[in-house]
C-alpha cells in the first residue's frame, strides 16, 4: 500500500538504499502550512555522515542500474506514471496543504508529472547511437570508424524547488534514470513532503534499493557538502539564481543543469489583440499568486495603446478570486512571511520612486492581493528585481526598437512574449531578444514538456525538456576501430 512506510505518526522518514529511516541526528524540521501555519509534519534533518552514506549506495546502485536494458528501465518508469495517475487526489491534497497551491492547479501539476514520466520513457528507448566514417579527413592513413554512443554520467544530485515539487522533482528524477543515473534527491524544506510521496511510488514501480534516494534536512547542514561531494557527478538544480551561482563556484567540474531566476517579459505592439493579451498576461501575472520563474516580470507596451490595455487589465485581474487552496483560488497566500516581506519592500521601492500604483488589494501576513504598477522605470527595483508574488509591472515604451532595448535590459534571459497579428515583425523581434524561447502571442511558459527550456545569462546553464534533460544527462562515448588499410 502505498505511503504506508515513509512516516511514523507526524514523522517523516528519509529514503536510503530503499528504506525509509529516521536520522541518527534525532533532529527534525516542521513543515508548516501557508494558509493557517498548522503543523503538517516534521521531516529528518540529515546530517553529513548519512549524506556520505546515501551517496556511497547511489554510486554502487547505479553500475548495475546501467547494465539494465533501457527498456526495462522504462517499464518502471511507465509503472511508477500509472501509479502517480492512480493516486494523483493524494498528492494533489498534500500540495494543497503544503505549498499553498489551488486545487485546479495541484490536479494539473499531477497529472502532467505523469505524461512527463511515461513520454520520459518512450523518448529513453530512442536513444541511438551512430557511427562515423573517418577516412574522409585530411591525412586520416587508416581507415577509421567511430562508435558513438550516449553513456550515463554517474550519480545525479538532484535539487528542486517549492513551488512545483512534483513536476521539478520528476523532471529531473525521470530523464537520469532512464538514462542509466542514480538520483540522490534533495528537495526545498517546503514541499518536502510531497516529494517523499513521489519517491515511495518510484519504489513500488520497482526502482531498485539505492538507485533513487531523497535527503531532507538543513541546506546549512548539508546543502554545501552535497554540492562538493566527490561522489556526485552531476547537478540538477532548480531555484534562485543566487544559490545556483553558489552552487556553480562551489561544483568543479561536475556537470550542471541549472534552471534560476527569470524576469519574464511581454511586448505589446500596437496591431496585438488586446483581449488575447490581457487574458495571456492576467494568468501569466497572477497564476498561482506568480510564484513560477516563468511568471510575467515586466509588460511592455507600446504608449499608443498602452492606456486601453491597462483598463481591460485591471478590470479583469479585479475579478481574480483571493482565497484558500482547497477552494481553488486564484491567488492564496505565498509561501512564507519571508517571502511576503520581499515584495513589501519592492513596492514600497516603487511608491517612493515614481510608479504609480494601480491596485493593491491587500497584505495579511503572507497574503498578497493582486497588485499593479504603472509607469514602472529603471530607478524602481522592481523594473530589474524579479518578483515571486502577484504584482504585474507595467513599462511603457514609444516604439518597437525601445521595447527590444528594455527586453533586453536584465541580467535573466529565460522568455519573452510578443503580441502582434504582423508575424513578420514578431520573427524579427525576436531573433534580437536576449533569452532561451521566445512566445509569439501567448505568455511565458515552462511546457509542453517535450519542447527545449533553455536558460541563458543569469537564468541558469542548459537546455531541459525531455529529449534534452535526456542528453545532459549522458556523456558521449566513443569507441573507434582502427582497420587495416
Not at 462 to 476: D, F, H, L, P, V
Amino acid at each position: 500500500m502505498p505511503f504506508a512506510y515513509i512516516k511514523e505518526g507526524n514523522n517523516y522518514k528519509y529514503l536510503v538504499d530503499g528504506k525509509w529511516v529516521f536520522s541518527s541526528s534525532e533532529k527534525t524540521i516542521g513543515i508548516n502550512s501557508p494558509v493557517d501555519n498548522s503543523l503538517l509534519g516534521k521531516i529528518q534533518a540529515v546530517n553529513q555522515k548519512e549524506v556520505d552514506n546515501v551517496l556511497s549506495t547511489a554510486k554502487k546502485a547505479q553500475k548495475k542500474w546501467a547494465e539494465l536494458p533501457v527498456s526495462a528501465r522504462a517499464e518502471i518508469l511507465n509503472k511508477a506514471s500509472e501509479l502517480l495517475s492512480k493516486n494523483k487526489e493524494v498528492i494533489a491534497n498534500q500540495l494543497i496543504k503544503e505549498i499553498a497551491k489551488a486545487r485546479s492547479l495541484s490536479i494539473t501539476e499531477v497529472e502532467r508529472t505523469a505524461d512527463l514520466i511515461r513520454s520520459t520513457a518512450e523518448e529513453g528507448l530512442r536513444m541511438n547511437g551512430e557511427l562515423l566514417e573517418g577516412e574522409c579527413f585530411y591525412k586520416c592513413e587508416r581507415k577509421k570508424r567511430a562508435l558513438v554512443g550516449r553513456v550515463p554520467i554517474g550519480v545525479v544530485l538532484a535539487i528542486s524547488p517549492f513551488n512545483y515539487p512534483v513536476n521539478l522533482s520528476c523532471s529531473k528524477i525521470a530523464p537520469a534514470l532512464i538514462a542509466g543515473n542514480s538520483v540522490v534527491l534533495k528537495p526545498s524544506t517546503q514541499g518536502a513532503i510531497s516529494v517523499l510521496h513521489i519517491a515511495e511510488l518510484f519504489l513500488e514501480a520497482g526502482v531498485p534499493p539505492g538507485v533513487l534516494n531523497v535527503v531532507t534536512g538543513n541546506s546549512s547542514e548539508i546543502g554545501d557538502y552535497l554540492v562538493k561531494h566527490k561522489d556526485v557527478d552531476m547537478i540538477a538544480f532548480t531555484g534562485s539564481t543566487k544559490v545556483g551561482k553558489r552552487i556553480a563556484n562551489l561544483a568543479g567540474m561536475k556537470h550542471l543543469l541549472l534552471e534560476l531566476g527569470g524576469k519574464d517579459a511581454v511586448i505589446v505592439l500596437e496591431d496585438a489583440d488586446l483581449d488575447l493579451a490581457v487574458r495571456e498576461c492576467v494568468s501569466g501575472c497572477f497564476s498561482y499568486s506568480g510564484q513560477r520563474c516563468t511568471a510575467v516580470k515586466r509588460i511592455i507596451l507600446i504608449n499608443s495603446i498602452a492606456d486601453k490595455f491597462i483598463d481591460k487589465f485591471v478590470k479583469e485581474a479585479d475579478k481574480l478570486k483571493h482565497g484558500k487552496p482547497e477552494e481553488d483560488a486564484y491567488i492564496t497566500p505565498l509561501i512564507n512571511n519571508e517571502a511576503a516581506d520581499n515584495i513589501q519592500e519592492l513596492i514600497d521601492d516603487a511608491n517612493n520612486n515614481g510608479a504609480k500604483k494601480l491596485m493593491c488589494k491587500f497584505r495579511e501576513r503572507n497574503f498578497w492581493g493582486a497588485t499593479i504598477f504603472d509607469n514602472v522605470t529603471s530607478k524602481c527595483r522592481l523594473y530589474h528585481e524579479e518578483q515571486f508574488g502577484p504584482v504585474a509591472v507595467i513599462i511603457r515604451i514609444k516604439d518597437e526598437k525601445e521595447a527590444i532595448k528594455v527586453a533586453n535590459d536584465s541580467e535573466y534571459g529565460l522568455q519573452t512574449g510578443i503580441f502582434t497579428n504582423n508575424i513578420n515583425k514578431a520573427f524579427d523581434i525576436a531573433s534580437k531578444l536576449e533569452v532561451g524561447t521566445v512566445q509569439i502571442n501567448g505568455r511565458s511558459d515552462r511546457g509542453p514538456d517535450n519542447f527545449p527550456f533553455s536558460c541563458i545569462k543569469s537564468s541558469g546553464i542548459g537546455t531541459q525538456g525531455i529529449k534534452y534533460s535526456i542528453e545532459a544527462m549522458t556523456r558521449i562515448k566513443s569507441t573507434v576501430l582502427n582497420l587495416p588499410s
